[in-house]
């Protein structure tokens, strides 16, 4: 409850677009969907966001009946707690243990205490504090802070809102419409201090004592208790508070009377902040992407890091349709996927074969096709490029970059492909100006030239000219290179200017290929760009291209095995495939490298699964200070299959062991007098707390379970005073 014997509150645990949070020990591999929980003490509370939720469905978890679905358009879990500081507590640490919110947002009614406070309206809490928790002397209760069990320190006296969902919330009460007490009126919303406490306080000597002693301007019984429950999981947190009564003798009456307008008003800046965040894997009102200061990583406009999480999905613009096309992208956004690489001249006879409405890219000319002729028809929605423009913008829309490659690299060195080849250094000068000038404009895109080719050779001057003409009117999107197998973009381009970071393919000619190697290779060229492992080896695809899959078939740990070694080498992200979605393998087409799925039967395979607990643990520390460092590893190293990668940044370590045997690290290569030592699971996201040690001389680490192929982990080690979250949690850069 917020106020009341027979009143409660309505807790909003968000799930939002930023990475995810979990406590530790906790693991959650079969909830791909970020999730907004919503909870309140009393089921009459939570009724005004059940009875909006779409697709509804209920279940029940350690005895705790909740409600899931969509609300105003995020998906959502609505349950209730019981009132009191205890009762929130611990359905908190239960939700965010099932759930794993990245925010968590307490909606609900309180006591005004502030003098401009008037019944109904909405106090937003800037800090939270327990008011009854201290010590009890003659002059009253000296508040001190609660015991972190965690970090083993004191925590504050205050909680502190997140100050991005603190503007928020201030923006959505600005526009929502707040109903005053008085016929016709509006009430007011503003920032404040919220005390809480086990208590119903309806005493105006106790509201002088907590307005003076803490600065309170509205009293109720469980935000601060939330809020501890979050500052020790390192989930973000907003309390909203509905004022229902002024927390003095008339305050149970008041209640009463006022507390359906209250909640109304909390419940409407709520729902109001869930139409106004980013509903995508990232927030593209961040800005085009940049390199880095150091130039080792991708950054957004305002110098914030940005982790490249791609998928594979070459023949997206040419075979699926707008339903098909959505369903993968909205699949892609729940996996956390930020970047979606996908070819406007496809690989698979792309010129010849019509896309899903019987459009072709280009016109011909003397019987050829024609790169200076796009076939581009009046009105919407009529021709080849509309539907690419579709795809781009409703990705746009769920938040992520479309990696675009103008061509299959077969239209300029048909090689082993389809081809035509139809460009020559003149007309892809040509065709790169149409084509950057078409989507200079649009936020998401990431060009990438080449498409499984050699950038060498007399391909090179044909590469170059695409380059420049798309550079020639679009020089603010980043630019890279797709290269042949085995292969990286830095062999041809390091030096020329339109490249902005390298990409390299390890490839699918074999189990254990130590990509590592290639990014080290890359990472240690001038002048120095960022690089990273464009296409590792796909799962689901037979090992080395045979197709019978007489040496098997690539799995979700090869996937993770790549991922990780190459990250950690120094990748500034990586890019995921699966062979039956990269050609987007449906009944009726032809199996390419062995395809024995259809796509849409291929969208939840472990590997894809597996990506998001990699970008949680990345975007949990800090991003941009990260070098690899092998030196970490002072005994157990091997070249081999069991391979151990190591990076770390400034204050904190991630070493990945493939097999999970024990090895042993150097101390002391971090700051920190001691280090808190975690191991993390790259199978589903859970984390055990190992303990606490001195930073110093060498140790030890051996992880849980049978030495030997997937049993993969990944040791954590952070400079103890910077009280980190667990990894895998809240972002700290």
Known sequence: MARYKNSGIILIILFLCTSCSGPVGFSNSGRQEKVTLIVGAFSDEVKPIQAELENKHEGRIEGISFAEGKLRGRQVVVTWTGMGKVNAAATTSLLIEHFRPSEVIVCG??????????????????????????????????????????????????FEADKKLLDLAMRAGNQAALQGIAAGTRAKVKKGVIASGDTFIMSPQKKIDLQKRLGADAVEMEGAAIAQICYQQGVPLLIIRGISDAADEKADKDVDTFQNV???NAVKVTCKMMELMPAGSIDLRQGVLKVSQNNRFLVYKDGSPFFYLGDTAWELFHRLNREEAEKYLENRRQKGFTVI????LAELDGLRVPNAYGYRPLMKTDGRFDSCKPDIREGPDNDYWDHVDWIIDKAAEKGLYIGLLPTWGDKI??????????????????????????????VNIIWILGGDRSGGGKNKSVWDALAEGIKS???????????????????WFQTSDW???????????????????????????????????????????????????????FDDFDVRQAVYWSVFAGGHGVTYGCNNIWQMYAPGRSPVLGARRNWYDSLD????????????????????????????????QTSGPDHIETTR???????????????????????????????????????????????SGTREFAPSGNTGRGNDWVLVLDDSAKKYSPPGTYISH
């Open 109 to 158: 009614i309180a006591g005004g205490i502030g003098p401009d406070i008037n019944v109904g309206d909405v106090v937003i809490a800037e800090k939270s504090v327990q008011h009854d928790h201290g010590f009890w002397l003659d002059t009253g209760i000296e508040n001190y802070g609660t015991d972190n069990r965690i970090t083993g320190v004191k925590n504050p006296v205050f």
């Open 649 to 695: 940044g400034d204050d904190y370590i991630f070493i990945y062991t493939p097999y999970g045997k024990p090895f042993k690290i150097t101390m002391g290569k971090i700051s920190g007098k001691g280090v808190t030592a975690w191991w993390y699971n790259p199978r589903n996201g859970g984390v055990e707390r190992i303990g606490d040690f001195d930073n």
């Open 413 to 442: 060195d048909k090689k082993w492909g389809v081809g035509p080849v139809i460009f020559d250094v003149n007309n892809a000068r040509i065709y790169g100006q149409w084509i950057g000038n078409r989507y200079k404009d649009k």
């Open 262 to 264: 209250a909640i109304k």
């Open 473 to 491: 009117v679009d020089s603010h999107h980043l630019m890279t290179f797709h290269p042949i197998g085995g292969s990286s973009s830095s062999e």
């Open 605 to 636: 395979m472990p590997g894809a699964f597996d990506m998001i607990n990699l970008r949680r643990l990345m975007e949990s520390r800090p991003m941009l200070a990260r070098v690899p460092d092998p030196s970490l590893i002072a005994e157990g």
């Open 499 to 553: 490249l902005n970071f390298n990409m390299l393919q390890s490839g699918h000619g074999g189990r254990d290929i130590p990509n590592y190697l290639m990014i080290r290779k890359d990472y240690g060229r001038k002048p120095i760009k960022p690089c990273f492992d464009g296409e590792p080896r796909y799962e689901d695809m037979p090992v080395g291209f045979h197709s019978d899959g007489k040496a098997g078939w």
């Open 341 to 344: 690489q996908a070819v406007a």
